[in-house]
């Protein structure tokens, strides 16, 4: 580990033991993780578990830690605020901010996983994000054996696609291509552009992810290393180019319904779902 590495290390310790309401501070992410592939353009990843997270959530509290240079706070993982922070050399770091009771809630949920039949639906998915963001890796930074005991109960979790959820996907997907294709016919060649990279690009390389996954391939989610597990094919159906240009944009859409076609077949197929039949969108877009 480099030495600016370990001046973050000791800098966020020493931060979090500072504050008696931080009751844990619990390093995820690749660089805990065994077998990660973290390198130097990694960043940080920490549950922050406090017993006053509305003291956190606006992520003030970055700039306590080090030369912060940046902030953002968004919502992650159902209904927890995730803030992300960049201090000095571009080094990233996300925090995760947890009330403390609820997580003593889920992690004791997880000593008697058979009573998951009468677990609400809030308590369901706060196990389940614990499971697939901390289940990879952890390492606690504060809160000693109590919180090692509470984490050692997350077991790994990948979530997979479910048949609702594939239909979902599917049908986001192929009515945003017949929106942005027409936006391109009519000359509104950034609504278009838009839509391609929002919606279109962002459902292909989901389901090209299941794809992967369910052939044994080690994929990752938002498109994360995705030079490393895909295909020839799907790398370069994937390479679009979309300048405002009406006849640039239509082959860019042309080319991800192609790769979206052929990935929600193969999902579809190796599920036993029924799978997507758009040719009549696909035989009016090759039409524009």
């Not at 077998?35 to 990694?42: E, I, Q, V, Y």
């Not at 790769?259 to 009016?284: H, K, M, Y």
Request: hydrophobic share 40%.
């Amino acid at each position: 580990m480099s030495g600016e590495a370990q001046g973050w290390d000791g800098a966020v310790s020493a931060w979090a033991r500072s504050r008696p309401d931080i009751q844990a501070l619990v390093q995820i992410g690749s660089r805990v993780q065994e077998g990660s592939t973290a390198d130097a353009w990694s960043d940080y990843d920490y549950h922050l578990v406090t017993s006053r997270p509305e003291d956190y959530r606006d992520g003030r509290f970055t700039g306590e830690i080090g030369d912060c240079w940046v902030s953002g706070v968004q919502v992650a993982f159902g209904n927890a605020v995730k803030v992300t922070a960049v201090y000095e050399g571009a080094m990233e770091a996300d925090f995760v901010v947890l009330g403390s009771l609820d997580v003593r809630i889920v992690t004791a949920a997880m000593r008697w996983p058979r009573t998951k039949v009468i677990w609400p639906g809030l308590l369901r998915r706060g196990v389940e994000s614990f499971r697939i963001v901390a289940g990879p890796g952890w390492k606690v930074i504060k809160g000693g054996a109590p919180w090692e005991k509470r984490y050692r109960r997350v077991t790994p979790l990948r979530a997979e696609l479910t048949e609702a959820q594939f239909k979902d996907l599917c049908g986001e997907f192929w009515t945003q291509l017949v929106w942005a294709a027409k936006k391109a016919a009519r000359g509104e060649l950034r609504a278009s552009q838009r839509a391609l990279h929002v919606h279109l690009l962002e459902n292909a390389f989901r389901i090209l992810q299941e794809e992967a996954l369910l052939e044994g391939r080690k994929a990752y989610p938002l498109s994360r290393r995705a030079e490393s597990w895909l295909t020839a094919e799907q790398l370069s159906g994937t390479a679009i180019r979309s300048s405002p240009d009406k006849a640039e944009l239509l082959e860019a859409l042309r080319s991800i319904s192609d790769v979206f076609t052929a990935a929600s077949r193969s999902v579809a197929s190796r599920r036993g779902w029924s799978p997507p039949e758009p040719e009549r969108v696909r035989t009016w877009l090759a039409a524009l």
